[in-house]
């Protein structure tokens, strides 16, 4: 079975600043998809940054990257120029690609964007 | 077009009694997924749909858990007996055929059992 651990249960930024969330996996797949999910209060999942396990570049989305290091399974976010809105609970989230179409869950990183 | 939607956004039932939680997909969509969001912990997954069936409910944590998709569209998530410990927000996304990495997520319902 997959796990996926966020072991930074809460962090801060100031606003403008760059900030890095961490996420490790397990899994004995060589192919699979791992996600970044923001959660605002309004409880809505929304997809932040998406990045295939066969890609080797790590994928950005404007202000968001991430830091896939496949072999270590560590997947890192990082968000440049932090925004109030960016406030939210962060989950890293894990998929086998092919045969499997559920979503394993990290516990989340609640993100607090100071003015 | 809309996006996917839950009914009740919230719900307190007592314990013991029988609720019912629905989800309305993105039109065309035809996989269809139930997930649960216990307090301070990620979602897990309940159920996958691929169509009108099942294809996956080995989420489901006991019997009391049901859920159907009787026209290919909307989905209902049945709790039986329900329990304090079932108190949750209940989440739905859905998806194309054949594109589980795109799930679109509902706002989920929250349920409180007293």
């Known amino acids: 079975a997959q796990t996926v651990t966020q072991s930074q249960p809460e962090m801060s930024v100031q606003e403008a600043e760059t900030v890095t969330l961490s996420c490790t996996y397990d899994t004995s797949e060589s192919n699979y998809y791992l996600f970044w999910y923001k959660q605002p209060p309004s409880r809505q999942m929304i997809l932040v940054i998406r990045q295939e396990a066969y890609k080797q570049q790590n994928a950005t989305e404007n202000r968001f990257s991430v830091n896939f290091q496949k072999a270590a399974k560590s997947f890192s976010l990082k968000i440049s120029d932090s925004q109030l809105g960016d406030t939210a609970m962060y989950f890293c989230a894990f998929m086998k690609m092919g045969g499997s179409e559920k979503l394993v869950f990290g516990k989340g990183t609640k993100l607090t964007v100071n003015p | 077009g809309a996006g996917v939607s839950q009914t009740p956004s919230n719900k307190v039932t007592e314990k013991g009694k029988y609720v019912e939680l629905r989800c309305d997909p993105i039109s065309g969509h035809t996989a269809l997924y139930w997930y649960r969001q216990s307090l301070g912990q990620g979602p897990e997954f309940l159920i996958y749909f691929q169509g009108t069936g099942a294809a996956d409910d080995s989420g489901l944590p006991n019997d009391r858990f049901f859920a159907v998709r009787p026209e290919g569209s909307v989905s209902t998530l049945k709790i039986q007996r329900t329990e304090r410990g079932d108190s949750a927000v209940y989440l739905c996304?859905?998806?194309?055929?054949?594109?589980?990495?795109?799930?679109?997520f509902g706002p989920g319902t929250r349920l409180t059992v007293t």
């Open positions: 996304a859905s998806s194309l055929y054949n594109s589980p990495e795109e799930q679109y």
